[in-house]
């Protein structure tokens, strides 16, 4: 049974730093695609983060360039998501998630990730 525990969120000001881990089982970790998505009160889920099985590709939405950075640990069977700069639209549920299918290609995508975390709340004051 694939589980994935997400930790790491919390309220932080406008400008810090939080680090977001996932913790995964059940599965082979290192031939997986892991990624982070958010989803903000009142809107749909959307794409965050992603990283190939071995961390060679990684891939980010416009808005998080250059201030997340994700990351996995491979031997722990962790991917963590840096977050830097925090803004108040960072403000939202933050999940992980990974899937059997998922490719270069597609990782970006929603619908290829058959199994998500719990999510844990991040929230960013001005």
């Known amino acids: 049974q694939v589980q994935l525990d997400e930790s790491g969120g919390g309220l932080v000001q406008a400008g810090g730093s939080l680090r977001l881990s996932c913790a995964a089982s059940?599965?082979?970790?290192?031939?997986?695609?892991m990624g982070w998505f958010r989803q903000a009160p009142g809107k749909d889920r959307e794409f965050v983060a992603a990283?190939?099985?071995?961390?060679?590709?990684?891939i980010y939405t416009d808005s998080v360039k250059g201030r997340f950075t994700i990351s996995r640990g491979n031997a722990d069977n962790t991917v963590y998501l840096q977050m830097n700069s925090l803004k108040p639209e960072d403000t939202a549920v933050y999940y992980c998630g990974t899937g059997h299918s998922i490719s270069k290609a597609t990782m970006t995508f929603q619908r290829v990730y058959d199994y998500w975390g719990q999510g844990t709340q991040v929230t960013v004051s001005s």
């Open positions: 059940g599965l082979p970790f290192n031939k997986y695609f």
């Open positions: 990283s190939s099985w071995s961390g060679v590709i990684t």
